[in-house]
């Protein structure tokens, strides 16, 4: 294989000057640059990406980090595409893995590639973390951002090096629009025992504030998944003397678990009973009606994560201040106004 000895040797110029030309650093004229250029095609040059990365001493490379998940929604998912085209851009490599701890741990483990030296220069965290893997992480000396929401620390613990979207407001404002379109009895469902769940229930209460006998909540604590969560509340709530004219769902695999529900029982949506969720993603777009969903803007996300991140390798030390990010309800045909009664059904 050709060296970068042989390039410079065929274009007539020094090593140093090959390297700039490659590198895009330090000065050349445009005749140098030429030169190189077709010394590297004719000889069919190839560069040593390690050892460029070993001159620099960096990996340049970023490991993207799925906590206590098993699998990686569309969400997720949009968000990685977002950091892999910014780091891209500022020269980085994006590879992904998953990790699984517990919060109980005192030093938890590290995945395999941040536990190898010189393998990842920084640290995207996403899915569910807890305090004691970001002390981790510290600890090692590995630079890290994070997507905050699904994170159990402290709020003096992500006062730096985090990116939120704000759930709580979309949830009001979700509620809001309910009352707009004319709902006086709306349901949120949710189990509050998680944070962020009980986070979104706070901005459903806080919109529903002063309204007598306006919300009806729902928070069981059973243990199952999301979907089924959705319906058994649903079929909760069509059991009650009053049940609502509304539902207002934590997150979009709840809000498909009720629309199962509705459906089996013959309640239609939105002509009985209007339904929003949460965090529009994709997966969920073939229910019909299409479901009310609020954004969480995924690929601003990401890009801003990496931008973070970003700042960070170019400051070393650098803590830069958390920031949240808007939520916006994208309005579809799962909400309408509300019937003058709803039956008992089923």
Not at 203 to 214: E, I, V, Y
């Amino acid at each position: 294989m050709p060296t970068i000895k042989d390039v410079a040797k065929q274009a007539g110029v020094s090593v140093t000057t090959v390297s700039r030309v490659l590198n895009r650093s330090g000065y050349f004229d445009d005749e140098t640059g030429r030169k190189v250029r077709d010394a590297v095609e004719a000889l069919g040059y190839r560069r040593n990406v390690h050892w460029a990365r070993l001159g620099r001493n960096s990996s340049q490379t970023v490991c993207f980090v799925l906590g206590n998940r098993r699998s990686m929604n569309s969400m997720q998912m949009r968000v990685l595409m977002a950091c892999e085209e910014a780091l891209h851009a500022g020269g980085y490599d994006l590879v992904f893995t998953r990790h699984s701890y517990s919060a109980a741990e005192r030093d938890p483990a590290l995945p395999r590639m941040l536990d190898l030296e010189g393998v990842a220069d920084g640290v995207v965290l996403a899915g569910l973390h807890h305090a004691n893997f970001l002390r981790r992480l510290e600890g090692r000396g590995l630079p890290f951002v994070v997507l905050g929401n699904n994170v159990t620390a402290s709020p003096d613990a992500l006062r730096h090096d985090a990116v939120f979207y704000d759930d709580e407001a979309a949830l009001f404002d979700a509620a809001r629009y309910l009352i707009r379109l004319g709902h006086r009895r709306t349901a949120f469902v949710g189990n509050i025992a998680h944070p962020w769940f009980h986070r979104r229930w706070q901005g459903f209460r806080r919109a529903m504030r002063g309204r007598k006998k306006g919300e009806i909540d729902v928070v069981g604590d059973w243990q199952v998944s999301n979907l089924e969560y959705g319906r058994l509340a649903a079929a909760d709530l069509l059991r009650r003397e009053e049940p609502p004219t509304a539902i207002l769902a934590a997150n979009d695999e709840i809000a498909a678990g009720v629309w199962k529900e509705l459906t089996h029982r013959g309640v239609a949506i939105p002509r009985r009973m209007s339904l929003i969720g949460f965090g529009d993603r994709e997966e969920f777009s073939m229910l019909e009606p299409s479901l009310t969903s609020a954004t969480v803007f995924p690929e601003q996300l990401g890009a801003t994560l990496a931008r973070m991140l970003l700042e960070k390798f170019a400051r070393p030390g650098a803590r830069p201040a958390s920031v949240t990010l808007p939520c916006r309800i994208v309005e579809r045909s799962s909400c309408g106004p509300p019937p003058a009664r709803l039956a008992s059904t089923g």
